[in-house]
């Protein structure tokens, strides 16, 4: 075992503080990875608070990890040290179950979350909030020497986030496409959306970010605060993805698709919500939701953003600042994703 430095949460809802914690020895299928870059996911807020149920204390969290090899095991032949490299949201999976099979391995029903989880081995499992991590090698992704490692970080959560649904309900030219929400997972959407060649609309609560989501790539912009804003774009959308963490007006929502439209949600909010079968009958809509991608998905958007020079835009900040981006991010005030300086740990 090998003590580290890391950013925990001691309890539920307490500010994270500098602790140190053990990262298991390499073996022979693992990579030991320096982190430089982490990035911070509203989700780390949801689960250091305990907002979607039980959680493991105390928590390492961070899924958006950009760093170097810098030792290998002895059956690894993917990479060496030196390799630019990328975790994300799961660390491990069975290979085995129905999910695994079909190439789907964040689906399994055994997987190991990067943090928040136990592994194999029974013990907790903790996040990129530390300067180094052990990660089997077929759950490690190579990040692409063109994009530089902190724009890199978010990718492995937002970027695989927005990039999957998009991908699956085939948005691209002739496609009209609304990101709902402009915020550390929309941004990556918009982007996205329009590399893919779609109409990209951005559906967002006021028009404060509007230059920002038109110098993202977005062809139009609308606040959803704006009752016409419904009756303008009513029936005209092939796809939404929201990536709202709060209760929708799905009614309302759905009436803006035209018939056959998806309504993908890739937000997690902690609360239910309510909805009308009504709106979904009316015009063979769906109503779908999305997680992440497979680790080969990961690696494909990985690699397209590489090739359309995309990369998050970020606030990069100290370690000791991450109890007040916490705040931050829960007050909307960042554009649009916080990446922690794992230097500074």
């Known amino acids: 075992m090998t003590t580290v430095a890391a950013y925990a949460a001691p309890a539920a809802k307490a ?71 990328g975790v994300g949201c799961f660390v491990d999976s069975c290979g085995v179950c129905e999910a695994c099979a079909s190439g789907q391995n964040q689906f399994c029903a055994n997987g190991t979350p990067t943090y928040n989880s136990l592994g194999k081995d029974g013990l907790p499992t903790y996040g990129g909030y530390s300067t180094h991590i052990v990660v089997d090698a ?20 937002a970027g695989i986030t927005l990039y999957s649904p998009l991908k699956r309900w085939q948005a691209g030219p002739g496609k009209k496409v609304a990101i709902l929400g402009l915020g550390g997972l ?11 060649g779609a109409e990209v609309t951005v559906l967002s609560q006021s028009l404060r970010k509007k ?23 009513a029936g005209s959308l092939d796809l939404i993805v929201s990536t709202v963490s709060a209760p929708l007006d799905l009614g309302a929502y759905l009436s803006l698709l035209k018939t056959g439209g998806a309504f993908v949600n890739v937000g997690a909010p902690e609360e239910p919500n309510a909805l009308n079968m009504f709106g979904l009958i009316g015009g063979n809509k769906i109503l779908a939701g999305s997680m992440i991608g497979s680790i080969a998905e990961t690696q494909e958007m990985l690699d397209f953003c590489a090739e359309h020079g995309l990369g998050a835009e970020i606030e990069l900040i100290r370690a000791d600042q991450i109890n007040e981006a916490y705040a931050r991010v829960l007050a909307s005030d960042v554009r649009y994703r916080f990446v922690i300086d794992t230097a500074t740990i």
């Open 211 to 233: 230059d920002d989501g038109l110098r993202l790539g977005a062809d139009h912009y609308y606040a959803t605060s704006d009752e016409d804003t419904f009756k303008r774009l």
């Open 186 to 196: 929309g941004h990556m959407g918009v982007k996205i959306a329009h590399a893919l």
């Open 15 to 85: 500010p994270l503080e500098r602790t140190t914690i053990e990262r298991r020895p390499v073996g022979p299928n693992d990579v030991l990875i320096e982190i430089k870059y982490a990035g911070i996911c509203h989700s780390d807020i949801h689960q250091a608070n305990e907002g979607w149920g039980q959680a493991i204390f105390p928590m390492v969290p961070g899924h958006e990890i950009a760093g170097v090899i810098t030792e290998v095991g002895s059956a690894v032949t993917r990479f060496q040290v030196g390799d630019r490299a």
């Open 138 to 157: 077929d759950h490690t992704l190579r990040i692409p020497d063109s994009i530089p490692l902190d724009v890199a970080a978010p990718l492995l959560c």
